[in-house]
């Protein structure tokens, strides 16, 4: 049975690529410098109220950001992306303490740094506070 052949082109057709006129050259040759967002994260700030209750100085943080240093019983207003790992330690505390941990969302307004009595010793915890949601009109 004969086979039937196609002949191979003379030479591959010449393709140019045409940039984008309205993106800066920087964009065009780096895809990895356009501003996105992992897992949709927020990309506002919001205003975070840090509320120590105790009789101590923290330090505060957000993720990797220093929030600073939060005196006894102030508040502390930040203006910062509401997403990511809050945590704290105390500024005079004992070698080896533990840090307060907490995932925080956009929904939170208000962190409070709390002490209270477990068995005579005394327990550190942080408390989240969600904002006021407001009802939709008819």
Known sequence: MPAILDRPPEAPAQTQTQADPTRPWWRRHQPFAMPRTRNSAPTDD??????NQTDESWRVHLGY????VITARTHLR???VKSGMLTARQLAGPA??????SHIHPSIQTVQIRRTLVNNEPFYDLRLLEGQRQAAEP
């Open 46 to 51: 919001g205003e975070l109220v840090i509320d």
């Open 78 to 80: 930040v203006q910062v």
């Open 65 to 68: 950001r220093d929030l600073g």
């Open 96 to 101: 080896g303490a533990g840090y307060l941990t």
